[in-house]
């Protein structure tokens, strides 16, 4: 299955937990594992907290770690101006793989799962396959 998001500009955080469970209720498996996969090379999948201050919080950490503003080959060559986007979505990596358990995600009672827009607005496409 994959689901199609639009995401609202840099470090949008699009919380698609809602949409997977609705994916795997059509599935019909109940015990498994889903794997969660971006299909992008500027947008990642994290689990956390749905809190507006730790999400600022960590957009300010990454701004730090991987400054938006650098001397980047790929912006000069490429001209598009995301090499921090780049960067950062092979440090946070693709995809997640998380437990299912009676029909639905098995996740704590604070985890919601993100897609998290590293570049700017656009619609992503995130793969959702039970295994
Ligand atoms: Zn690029």
């Known amino acids: 299955m994959e689901l199609t998001i639009h995401t609202q500009g840099q470090f949008d955080f699009v919380d698609i937990t809602t949409e997977i469970n609705g994916a ?5 498996i109940q015990n498994g594992a889903v794997l ?3 299909r992008h090379t500027t947008a990642s999948i994290v689990v956390n907290e749905s809190e ?26 490429r001209q598009d101006d995301n090499a921090h986007a780049h960067m950062l979505a092979m440090f946070l990596g693709p995809s997640v793989t998380l437990p299912i358990k009676r029909g639905v995600l098995d996740l ?21 396959q039970v295994l």
């Open 36 to 38: 969660i996969c971006s």
């Open 24 to 28: 795997l209720k059509e599935t019909n």
């Open 52 to 77: 507006q201050g730790i999400k600022e919080d960590t957009i300010n950490f990454w701004s730090r770690l991987i400054p938006p503003k650098g001397d980047y080959q790929h912006n000069q060559i």
């Open 108 to 128: 704590g009672v604070w985890q919601r799962v993100f897609l998290v827009e590293l570049d700017k607005s656009r619609e992503r496409q995130v793969l959702v």
